[in-house]
């Protein structure tokens, strides 16, 4: 996977590793735990709540995430719309879409400084294994579901600007390709 965790960073569009479809994780190992305890470290100085792992340049279907709670965020809602403390997400699979759309603002720390309106179900199911190896499913409602569907889409080579209404895709064009021209420089 990587030869040392702690030199994992935040990688920024249009980096190749954010465009492939992320291979399965085999098995949940001490190097697993480590990668993702590095990435909820890496998602927390950023300010965010949820990172995949193409995110930090690596191919494997993890993806972590926290949703503290808030004024409309709670872990006793039910489905939850927030997380007690960082979850982890080995091998995700969503499903049970809610058939409603929200548009809803969404911003990504691949894409610093991009925010734009994504639809979204409201609601999910995640089957998946945590960092214990075993398996297990979350319905999520609201932020929540928002979040673990648009780290999910990373695990598949999506980015938010791919989601976008036309509006936002409109709005951010010009940044978009400052973003790029930025990278091609480098």
Known sequence: MTS???KLHIVFHPAQTLR???APVPEVTDETRTIALRMIKLMNEAEGIGLA???VGLDMRLFVVHVPEGDERSIEDDPPTATAEPMVFVNPVLSDPSQDLEALEEGCLSL????GDVRRPSQITVTASGLDGNTFSLRADGLLARCIQ????HL???LIIDKFTHTSRLKNRASIRKLEKAARAK
């Open 53 to 55: 792992a193409p995110q």
């Open 112 to 115: 610093p400084d991009i925010r």
């Open 4 to 6: 040392d965790p702690d």
């Open 150 to 153: 648009h780290e999910n889409d």
């Open 156 to 158: 598949d080579g999506v």
């Open 20 to 22: 492939i479809k992320a």
